[in-house]
C-alpha cells in the first residue's frame, strides 16, 4: 500500500528524530521542518498528507501556523506538544488541528493516530458528493440524500437537532470537533448555554445509537474538549 507522505515540523531534535525513525521504520514517507515559516513552505510545495505539528516553535507559535494553512488547505494536522491544559487543546483544534497528542507520548499511539487519520483520508477520497452519497460506520447508516439514519437497518427517530448532530460528527470521522465548533455549526454561535444544550442532545443521541452508553461504540467524549466518532471496523 502506498503509504502517506507526512510533514514533521519539530525543532527539537531528539523528538524529531524519534518520530522520523519510527516513520521509515514503518514505511512512511516523510519531510521536515524546523521552524513555522519553512513548514508553512514545505507544506504548500509538497501538499503532504498529514502534518505533524508542534506548538513550540521557535519563529512564531503552532497554532499560528494551523490558521495560516488553514486559509488553502485542509490537510489532516495532528499536534504534539508539551502543552497539557485543556485550553491549549482547544485553541489548537478550534484553529483547525484535527487531532492532539501530548508529549511524551508512546510510538504506538502515534502511529494509531496516523492510521485513524489515514482512514479518515480513504474516506473522504472515496465518498461522491456528501449530499447524494451514504455514509456507513458499522451498524450505522445515513443516507444524506433522503435525511434518514439507521441502525442495523432500524429506521432512527431523531429530532431534527440530533441528525444534524449525527451528520456533523459522520463527516468528521476521526476528528475531535470542540465544544465551540459544534455549537456554531449547529445554533450559529457558541454561547455557554448552548454548550449546556449540547450535553443534553449529546445525551438523547447516544440513547439511540449506542447499545451501551457507559461502554460507546460510536461517539467519544473528550472531556472539557469537546466529541469525536469513531470509526467502527
Given at each position: 500500500?502506498?503509504?502517506?507522505?507526512?510533514?514533521?515540523?519539530?525543532?527539537?531534535?531528539?523528538?524529531?528524530?524519534?518520530?522520523?525513525?519510527?516513520?521509515?521504520?514503518?514505511?512512511?514517507?516523510?519531510?521536515?521542518?524546523?521552524?513555522?515559516?519553512?513548514?508553512?513552505?514545505?507544506?504548500?510545495?509538497?501538499?503532504?498528507?498529514?502534518?505533524?505539528?508542534?506548538?513550540?516553535?521557535?519563529?512564531?507559535?503552532?497554532?499560528?501556523?494551523?490558521?495560516?494553512?488553514?486559509?488553502?488547505?485542509?490537510?489532516?494536522?495532528?499536534?504534539?506538544?508539551?502543552?497539557?491544559?485543556?485550553?491549549?487543546?482547544?485553541?489548537?483544534?478550534?484553529?483547525?488541528?484535527?487531532?492532539?497528542?501530548?508529549?511524551?507520548?508512546?510510538?504506538?499511539?502515534?502511529?494509531?493516530?496516523?492510521?485513524?487519520?489515514?482512514r479518515r483520508l480513504n474516506m473522504l477520497r472515496d465518498e461522491t458528493t456528501a449530499e447524494s452519497s451514504v455514509f456507513t460506520?458499522?451498524?450505522?447508516?445515513?443516507d444524506y440524500a433522503a435525511g434518514c439514519a439507521y441502525l442495523a437497518d432500524k429506521e432512527l427517530h431523531l429530532t431534527p437537532?440530533?441528525?444534524?448532530?449525527?451528520?456533523?460528527?459522520?463527516?468528521?470521522?476521526?476528528?475531535?470537533?470542540?465544544?465551540?465548533?459544534?455549537?456554531?455549526?449547529?445554533?450559529?454561535?457558541?454561547?455557554?448555554?448552548?454548550?449546556?444544550?449540547?450535553?443534553?442532545?449529546?445525551?438523547?443521541?447516544?440513547?439511540?445509537?449506542?447499545?451501551?452508553?457507559?461502554?460507546?461504540?460510536?461517539?467519544?467524549?473528550?472531556?472539557?474538549?469537546?466529541?469525536?466518532?469513531?470509526?467502527?471496523?
Open positions: 500500500m502506498n503509504k502517506a507522505l507526512i510533514l514533521v515540523v519539530e525543532d527539537d531534535n531528539s523528538v524529531k528524530n524519534l518520530i522520523t525513525t519510527t516513520l521509515k521504520a514503518h514505511n512512511y514517507r516523510y519531510l521536515s521542518s524546523q521552524n513555522g515559516a519553512s513548514a508553512i513552505l514545505e507544506a504548500s510545495s509538497h501538499n503532504p498528507d498529514i502534518v505533524l505539528l508542534d506548538l513550540g516553535l521557535p519563529d512564531m507559535d503552532g497554532v499560528e501556523v494551523i490558521r495560516k494553512i488553514r486559509t488553502w488547505s485542509n490537510m489532516p494536522i495532528i499536534v504534539i506538544s508539551a502543552r497539557s491544559e485543556d485550553t491549549d487543546k482547544i485553541e489548537a483544534l478550534d484553529a483547525g488541528a484535527d487531532d492532539y497528542l501530548t508529549k511524551p507520548f508512546s510510538v504506538e499511539e502515534l502511529l494509531a493516530r496516523l492510521r485513524v487519520t489515514q460506520n458499522g451498524k450505522l447508516r445515513i437537532i440530533e441528525y444534524k448532530l449525527l451528520c456533523l460528527l459522520s463527516r468528521n470521522v476521526g476528528k475531535v470537533l470542540t465544544h465551540t465548533f459544534i455549537t456554531q455549526s449547529i445554533w450559529g454561535s457558541s454561547w455557554e448555554n448552548d454548550i449546556a444544550s449540547l450535553r443534553v442532545f449529546m445525551a438523547t443521541l447516544r440513547k439511540k445509537i449506542e447499545t451501551d452508553t457507559d461502554s460507546p461504540q460510536y461517539i467519544q467524549t473528550h472531556i472539557g474538549v469537546g466529541y469525536r466518532m469513531l470509526k467502527v471496523e
